[in-house]
T-cell receptor
Framework: QQPVQSPQAVILREGEDAVINCSSSKALYSVHWYRQKHGEAPVFLMILLKGGEQKGHDKISASFNEKKQQSSLYLTASQLSYSGTYFCGTEMETSYDKVIFGPGTSLSVIP | DVKVTQSSRYLVKRTGEKVFLECVQDMDHENMFWYRQDPGLGLRLIYFSYDVKMKEKGDIPEGYSVSREKKERFSLILESASTNQTSMYLC?????????????FGQGTRLTVV
């Protein structure tokens, strides 16, 4: 049931773009994205609901393809502050209110 | 700011000990959660609670129990600690279940069982 995230890790130079993908084999109601910096608590980025629109958060945006049960997180013109581990959390239609997180994608932005 | 506070950042316990991990939130959230975080496995849900004295099992409840006697406090109990319970434990709270607003996480408790 755990969603699959790809890539596992990515290294970027400042200003480059990145895409992190999250997919599930189950029908999803929502997808949540969090970022965790080293030694800190995960912090909410955004939630995408079934039937909802693509979301944006500064230069970070996300989409949700309901047909494919996939979500993608887009990081544009990456900054050093974007470094961290990104987790997607998926809520299935048949499992109300229970969010299952993926294994995470480690993103490192270097000067 | 919402604050979720976990009582300890680091704990070292012996095998077989009963261990209590405490979590307190100050935003009057109905829902509280305990996750376990291990490298390569992400965040795995142990238990969650949507009201005082109410609890639901998550994906990996074996070897754990929880207690929620007051709305602001959610305790995770390891009845008899084992070395495979060495991990980072994260508590979270949210205003209502995850279909609503975001969850707020505590700083985590790194538990080592020796």
């Amino acid at each position: 049931q755990q969603p699959v995230q790809s890539p596992q890790a990515v290294i970027l130079r400042e200003g480059e773009d990145a895409v992190i993908n999250c997919s599930s084999s189950k029908a999803l109601y929502s997808v949540h994205w969090y970022r965790q910096k080293h030694g800190e608590a995960p912090v909410f980025l955004m939630i995408l609901l079934k039937g909802g629109e693509q979301k944006g958060h500064d230069k970070i945006s996300a989409s949700f393809n309901e047909k494919k049960q996939q979500s993608s997180l887009y990081l544009t013109a990456s900054q050093l502050s974007y470094s961290g581990t990104y987790f997607c959390g998926t809520e299935m239609e048949t499992s109300y209110d229970k969010v299952i997180f993926g294994p995470g994608t480690s993103l490192s932005v270097i000067p | 700011d919402v604050k979720v506070t976990q009582s300890s950042r680091y704990l070292v316990k012996r095998t077989g000990e009963k261990v209590f991990l405490e979590c307190v939130q100050d935003m009057d959230h109905e829902n509280m959660f305990w996750y376990r975080q291990d490298p390569g496995l992400g965040l795995r849900l142990i238990y969650f609670s949507y009201d005082v004295k109410m609890k639901e099992k998550g994906d990996i409840p074996e070897g754990y129990s929880v207690s929620r006697e007051k709305k602001e406090r959610f305790s995770l109990i390891l009845e008899s600690a084992s070395t495979n319970q060495t991990s980072m434990y994260l508590c979270a709270s949210s205003l209502w279940m995850f279909r609503g607003p975001e969850a707020f996480f505590g700083q985590g408790t790194r538990l080592t069982v020796v």
